[in-house]
């Protein structure tokens, strides 16, 4: 977890919290799908440039089985931050100012700055819109850096904050990723000796929110071939799910 405080740049990196989910809320459908691709011989990623360039398409290439939840603006792969209850409200409840990489939800998408794909590496800058309200966040910019290492995705998440309200610590979704959910095991290591070959933990996920150990800094959803897609966070120990 960070705090997000105020300074003339506050900046906070990816190195906060991992949460993988598969979600059911009704909420708005995104606009039409417009993808930018990076693909190698083993994996082919994509990014929807109309949804602040968050991560909407990930497969083997053999395969072209997407794993993504992209059914709406708050799922995909990207970048969510939490800070001070500021009034708003979602599904019925009080909600907190809450920046969003790919829009809101009632199916604004965020404003993509700046793009490219040179093949090698996708570069985005974005301007999130709150989840709860659908406004525009101008004080806060999301950068993310994409490149394909073999069988790997590396991404890099960067968020500039430059408001003047003082947020406390809170726990982030860095990343917020979501599955497809013929994905429901969720695997991962929770004991006190990691990187032993330890048995995992293997648990089926209930509808509401949970929260567990990754000693390993790591979590993965599988389907029944034993096939998914894992997350791995340096620094992280804990998850919501």
């Known amino acids: 977890m960070q705090s997000i405080r105020h300074s003339n740049r506050s900046r906070a990196w990816a190195w906060c ?4 989910t598969v979600a059911s809320l009704s909420v708005a459908a995104p606009p039409p799908k417009d993808l930018s691709f ?8 994509g990014v929807r440039t109309n949804a602040g360039a968050c991560i909407a398409y990930f497969s083997f290439r053999s395969l072209d089985q997407n794993v993504i939840n992209d059914y709406d603006l708050g799922r995909f792969i990207q970048q969510s931050y939490y800070g001070r209850p500021d009034g708003s409200t979602w ?3 009080p909600w907190k ?3 969003v990489q790919g829009g809101s939800h009632d199916g604004k998408p965020s404003t993509l700055v700046t793009f490219s794909n040179n093949g090698k ?6 301007i999130p819109r709150h989840w709860a309200t659908g406004a525009d966040t101008p004080n806060v910019a999301m950068e993310e850096w994409i490149m394909l290492q073999d069988k790997l995705v590396r991404i890099h998440y960067k968020m500039t904050y430059t408001g003047t309200v003082d947020h406390p610590p809170e726990q982030q979704e860095l990343p917020a990723v979501f599955l497809n959910p013929s994905c429901n095991t969720l695997a991962y290591y929770k004991g006190s000796t990691p990187w032993e070959g330890l048995p995992l933990a293997r648990r089926h996920p209930l509808p509401t929110n ?3 150990a990754i000693t390993e800094n790591w979590a993965a959803y599988l389907n029944q071939l034993n096939w998914g897609m894992g997350v791995y966070v340096p620094g992280v120990t804990n998850m919501t799910f």
């Open 38 to 45: 990076l693909e190698n011989p083993w994996i082919k990623l």
């Open 91 to 93: 599904a019925g409840k």
């Open 17 to 20: 919290l991992l949460f993988i």
């Open 210 to 212: 949970e929260h567990d």
């Open 97 to 99: 100012w809450n920046p």
């Open 121 to 126: 590496t996708i570069y985005a800058k974005t």
